[in-house]
T-cell receptor
């Protein structure tokens, strides 16, 4: 059974810092991995999608990497801003019964 | 604009009542999902549907029911058999149920049992 872990569960950084969020998964037979952002009381917003054949994806200040063999992905946020404060979740898609498995998220707070 | 619309945003239910949460998408996506989110827990899959008139149970389907009569719509009914229905419910859709496209979410519906 696929399990997805995100460490740390919470993170607080001062504005302007670069930071890395981690996502690990137990079954490397994935189709893709997706990073989401969730603001309190809101739905999830897709940030980046990495297909299994890709090593990384970039969007603005965000860069996500994927190492299937080791079962890891990282989300790098450059020059963090208070508006980046949210919970970040990763999810892996294995194709089995079209199911995605989510991590429990990392709650990020960027302070002034 | 294309997207997923969930309604109502907030819903209160008395014990013993069934309630139906609406989910409509205009993204022309094949597969749709219902997740439940509780504080401090990850998203848990309730039901999913890969095509019209077909749906499958997820990990926590007991006490819930769905239908998929149209590609655009995937309503979720929370029945009185669901013992702890108070939660945040999220609907999602994806371009392809097999190839693994990008998953999009609605804004969620918060259900509170009084």
């Amino acid at each position: 059974k696929q399990e997805v872990t995100q460490i740390p569960a919470a993170l607080s950084v001062p504005e302007g810092e670069n930071l890395v969020l981690n996502c690990s998964f137990t079954d490397s037979a994935i189709y893709n991995l997706q990073w989401f952002r969730q603001d309190p009381g809101k739905g999830l917003t897709s940030l980046l999608l990495i297909q299994s054949s890709q090593r990384e994806q970039t969007s603005g200040r965000l860069n996500a990497s994927l190492d299937k063999s080791s079962g890891r992905s990282t989300l790098y946020i450059a020059a963090s801003q208070p508006g980046d404060s949210a919970t970040y979740l990763c999810a892996v898609y294995t194709g089995t019964a079209s199911k995605l498995t989510f991590g429990t998220g990392t709650r990020l707070q960027v302070t002034l | 604009d294309g997207g997923i619309t969930q309604s109502p945003k907030y819903l209160f239910r008395k014990e013993g009542q069934n309630v139906t949460l609406s989910c409509e998408q205009n993204l022309n996506h094949d597969a749709m999902y219902w997740y439940r989110q509780d504080p401090g827990q990850g998203l848990r899959l309730i039901y999913y549907s890969q095509i019209v008139n077909d749906f499958q149970k997820g990990d926590i389907a007991e006490g819930y029911s769905v239908s998929r009569e149209k590609k655009e719509s995937f309503p979720l009914t929370v029945t009185s058999a669901q013992k702890n229905p108070t939660a945040f419910y999220l609907c999602a859709s994806i371009t392809s149920g097999r190839a693994g496209g990008e998953l999009f979410f609605g804004e969620g519906s918060r259900l509170t049992v009084l």
